[in-house]
């Protein structure tokens, strides 16, 4: 009897994950993501990409599984921070997950006052009716009007450096 040996080796199926990033600015490369889990197999991943110019970060022959999380890291100050995203990886299978950095919002209040009386007007002079410019980049991107307590606030603006200054005090 002749005894014959083979071997055998098992490969570990493994997929991809694209990651494709989005904002309210455009500003998409060097965003940096974070996959973490733990594959079929048992073995855990903690791995992380960069968005290039794209905003298109790949996370290469990543053990197949279920269970993965895909979350944003070190999300810039000006945007709200996604929430993190569940992903699977399948074998030979490219997973696409979206992320959307929306730029946080304010509003900004303006309270026109009396000078000499640092509160309501005096006599038949009125608050009401003051029209305020506001400009961002020396450009004007739009006007409020105060109501009859001397009072206005913008829409929700995106963050930047603005000027607010009155067109006209409403006695006009």
Known sequence: NKVTNASFENVL???DLKVIKTSEDNF???MRFHLYGTSLS???VDIYAYTDKNG???FED??????????????????????????VIEWNKVTEVKFHNVLKKWKAEAQKLDSETDDKA???????????????????IDTY??????????????????LVQELSNGDD
């Open 13 to 15: 199926k493994r997929g």
């Open 28 to 30: 998409v490369e060097g």
């Open 42 to 44: 048992g073995e855990k």
């Open 56 to 58: 298109v970060a790949v």
């Open 62 to 87: 990543i053990l197949i599984g279920e269970n993965y999380t895909v979350e944003e890291v070190n999300t810039a100050i000006r945007y709200v921070i996604p929430e993190s995203q569940g992903a």
């Open 122 to 140: 005096q006599g038949d002079a009125t608050l009401e009716g003051a029209v305020y410019g506001v400009y961002k980049d020396g450009a004007l």
């Open 145 to 162: 009007t105060t109501d009859k307590n001397g009072y206005a606030i913008t829409e929700k603006l995106a963050p930047g450096k603005y």
